[in-house]
């Protein structure tokens, strides 16, 4: 072989190799060298179309000019058969990453879908919830005894709880951000924090803001400072002693778990009614019970709908509590 061919071989990342008549593969290239070796034992790399899975009848196909697949260890390559210099070549390609892209659009399509059937059921859901505070309502004056009385108003203010939430929900389910854009993460937590400052002194609390790094983060502004300061009330409702608001960029793993540079804001306060905070943080890490907490000291429908759209925008929402140290933290996807 020419050294110039033997040089655009190298430099081929396809496989390629002699076919010979029944089915043993010599390789021309490193790569396809490569693909032997990922298919054969611990002994020695595979030899021929069985040692890569080639059925007979995909054999034919493949000798017919038309494109197999094979897969293995949750890798794929594309094999292909051509006629040239009066021999049959295989070529080989991986085709791995393409079909995990594939993969990908197709999930994200199924997202998409099961997300505007969500939403759909959700505003159905939520007009049931309203004409139970109708019939509620209607009833109210006609009841008699304090008992059921006091029965039909729980079961107003409970639904009216559960219809707020959902018509968060579904406005969140139906459309995109309003305004998603690169933000400096320091001007929201400043925002927030300015925005909590009176909640937090009415309870005799002043916050201590830290120095946030310089990064940017990709949300709408406004939900996000709406976010932290449901998160500041939250904690104020918890009677804290303290606040201190600290920002970092970390390494942290989500989602695949693999670890991604991340911004993370935490409110750290010592409170007096540790109960109250554990409660939030359970009904965060996804515990029962949301939908009849909203409303109670400390889970309002704000932060409850806070923690979904933070988990919408590939971010999170964690309650944690130690001792009588209470925990909110948020993260976001840092930009470079």
């Given at each position: 072989m020419p050294p110039a061919s033997a040089?655009?071989?190298?430099?081929?990342?396809?496989?390629?190799?002699?076919?010979?008549?029944?089915?043993g593969i010599v390789a021309s290239n490193a790569a396809m060298r490569g693909v032997l070796a990922a298919w054969g034992g611990t002994d020695a790399p595979a030899a021929d179309l069985r040692g890569l899975a080639v059925a007979a009848d995909d054999e034919a196909r493949l000798r017919a000019g038309e494109a197999i697949e094979v897969?293995?260890?949750?890798?794929?390559?594309?094999?292909?058969?051509?006629?040239?210099?009066?021999?049959?070549?295989?070529i080989v390609d991986e085709t791995t990453a393409a079909h995990r892209a594939a993969s990908a659009v197709?999930?994200?399509?199924?997202?998409?879908?099961?997300?505007?059937?969500?939403?759909?059921?959700?505003?159905?859901?939520?007009?049931?919830?309203?004409?139970?505070?109708?019939?509620?309502?209607?009833?109210?004056?006609?009841?008699?005894?304090?008992?059921?009385?006091?029965l039909l108003q729980d079961m107003t203010v409970g639904t009216q709880r559960g219809a707020q939430l959902l018509r968060s929900v579904a406005r969140m389910l139906a459309r995109s951000p309003r305004e998603r854009r690169r933000t400096k993460l320091a001007s929201v937590v400043a925002d927030a924090v300015a925005l909590a400052g009176k909640a937090l002194l009415q309870r005799g609390v002043e916050p201590t803001l830290m120095e946030v790094p310089e990064v940017e983060i990709h949300v709408d502004p406004t939900e996000?400072?709406?976010?932290?300061?449901?998160?500041?009330?939250a904690v104020a409702d918890a009677s804290p002693r303290s606040l201190r608001v600290d920002a970092e960029v970390a390494m942290i793993a989500r989602g695949d778990g693999r670890p991604r540079r991340c911004a993370r804001v935490r409110l750290v306060a010592p409170v007096a009614e540790p109960a109250v905070a554990v409660g939030i943080a359970r009904l965060l890490d996804g515990g029962g019970g949301l939908l009849g907490a909203i409303g109670s000291p400390g889970m309002s429908a704000g932060l409850a709908v806070?923690?979904?759209?933070?988990?919408?925008?590939?971010?999170?929402?964690?309650?944690?509590?130690?001792?009588?140290?209470?925990?909110?933290?948020?993260?976001?996807p840092a930009l470079a």
């Open positions: 040089e655009l071989l190298a430099a081929l990342d396809e496989g390629v190799g002699l076919l010979a008549a029944d089915g897969a293995r260890g949750g890798q794929q390559w594309r094999l292909r058969c051509r006629a040239a210099d009066g021999a049959n070549w295989l197709a999930e994200l399509a199924r997202l998409r879908l099961l997300g505007r059937s969500a939403g759909a059921l959700v505003h159905d859901f939520n007009n049931m919830l309203n004409a139970a505070i109708g019939l509620a309502t209607t009833l109210r004056p006609l009841a008699v005894d304090p008992a059921d009385a006091q996000c400072v709406q976010a932290i300061w449901h998160g500041l009330a806070t923690c979904f759209a933070q988990r919408r925008l590939g971010g999170d929402l964690i309650g944690d509590v130690v001792g009588d140290d209470f925990t909110l933290t948020y993260l976001w």
